[in-house]
Each structure stands twice: as C-alpha cells, then as structure tokens.
C-alpha cells in the first residue's frame, strides 16, 4: 500500500463490484469473537428499543443481531446484492453510500460502522463524518470499528482476495480521533484490540454532544 490521493466518488463503484461479487462467500463467514464482544458492548449502551442504523451493513449479520435484540434496524450498504442479503434476513435495507443517507435529520438514536469508513479516502472523511452526524440525534452513541496502524497510507493492499481490490484508509490511533473530534463528536470510549491477524482493529464510540 503507499500514498494517495484518492476521492471517495472514485472508489465507489470498484467497491460495489467487489462486494457484489464476494456477498455470497461473506454471508457464510463466521464473525470473530472479538468482534462479536465490540458488537456486544455497543449494544449494552443503547436504551430498550434504540433505533439504529447500520451503514455499511454488508450481509446483515450484525443489523439482524440488534434487531432480535430489540432495536429498531435500518441498513444501508453501498452494494445491492449485499442490501438483497440483509432483506432477506427480515432487515429493512437500503442502497446507499456514505454520502447519501437519504433519512431525516435526527433519525437514530444509534449509528453501527463495522469495518467500512476504512474505505472513505481521508480528503473525504470529515464530510462523511459530517452526514452521519447529521441522521444521528443529539445524544445518540456512533460506533466506529476499523483497521489501522502505527503509520497513516491509502490504497489497495496486496493480498486482497476481492476483484477489483478494494481501497483502503489506515489511520493511527491518533489521526482517526482527531478526525470524531474535528467532526464535533464526543469520544465515549477508544481502545485498540489485537485481533491476532496481525492488524490492530480500532474501537471508537462517540456521541453526538446533546443540544
């Protein structure tokens, strides 16, 4: 992976294509107990029938997981094959990317971001920050879940199984909390956790500060 300069509108398409063509293999992978203990965690945070809304949502796995805890689940995926498998679960799910969340101001009390902002290029970041923000209530908890590292890159990586390879964003620890309080978001709670794949996942809740 090296440097770039890269737009977030240049790297949506190669994404749908990709996540399309693997949707079938990703829907039968089995989630890793560390990230089934994150998921967890944000879930004991939210109120008895929080409505949320996953973005990036790819197969449902995790939207149907709070809707049978209860939540009140709207995705939202990028990729229309993906959207189809979280229907397909009983999940109400839309095609939409990040910058085109098409729902009224303040609609959640709760947004889910599970490995997919590592796909937004950092020129584009803020303003996607800035979206999700606004579909957020004041209050309301944003989970941000994503790979990273001791050094800031942007690019494809070389073992990418996925055609064509997908982009990627790593950010430090560091670059991705300046980034939530650039955005004007509270921080609820960071931590790195290893994930024993030689990546180090970053744990981020944030809260949108109350009015």
């Given at each position: 992976?090296?440097?770039?300069?890269?737009?977030?509108?240049?790297?949506?398409?190669?994404?749908?294509?990709?996540?399309?063509?693997?949707?079938?293999?990703?829907?039968?992978?089995?989630?890793?107990?560390?990230?089934?203990?994150?998921?967890?965690?944000?879930?004991?945070?939210?109120?008895?029938?929080?409505?949320?809304?996953?973005?990036?949502?790819?197969?449902?796995?995790?939207?149907?997981?709070?809707?049978?805890?209860?939540?009140?689940?709207?995705?939202?995926?990028l990729s229309p094959v993906m959207v189809e498998r979280c229907r397909a679960k009983g999940v109400e799910a839309h095609v939409m990317d990040f910058l085109h969340l098409s729902f009224p101001a303040g609609s959640f009390d709760?947004?889910?971001?599970?490995?997919?902002?590592?796909?937004?290029?950092?020129?584009?970041?803020?303003?996607?920050?800035?979206?999700?923000?606004?579909?957020?209530?004041?209050?309301?908890?944003?989970?941000?879940?994503?790979?990273?590292?001791?050094?800031?890159?942007?690019?494809?990586?070389?073992d990418d199984q996925h055609v064509p390879p997908r982009f990627f964003s790593w950010r430090t620890d560091e670059q991705?909390?300046?980034?939530?309080?650039?955005?004007?978001?509270?921080?609820?709670?960071?931590?790195?956790?290893?994930?024993?794949?030689?990546?180090?996942?970053?744990?981020?809740?944030?809260?949108?500060?109350?009015?």
């Open positions: 992976m090296t440097g770039m300069t890269v737009r977030y509108d240049e790297v949506l398409d190669p994404l749908r294509q990709a996540y399309d063509t693997r949707a079938a293999w990703r829907d039968g992978l089995t989630r890793e107990p560390w990230k089934l203990t994150e998921r967890q965690a944000f879930h004991d945070r939210l109120a008895p029938g929080a409505r949320l809304l996953e973005i990036g949502a790819g197969t449902g796995q995790d939207s149907a997981y709070f809707q049978q805890e209860g939540c009140a689940v709207v995705a939202a995926d709760a947004v889910f971001a599970m490995n997919c902002l590592l796909h937004v290029p950092n020129h584009d970041l803020p303003a996607v920050l800035a979206a999700i923000r606004a579909v957020l209530r004041p209050g309301g908890l944003f989970f941000v879940g994503v790979y990273g590292g001791d050094e800031s890159a942007e690019g494809p990586i070389d991705l909390l300046g980034f939530a309080v650039a955005a004007r978001f509270d921080v609820v709670d960071f931590h790195p956790v290893d994930t024993g794949r030689g990546y180090r996942f970053q744990s981020l809740t944030l809260r949108h500060p109350p009015s």
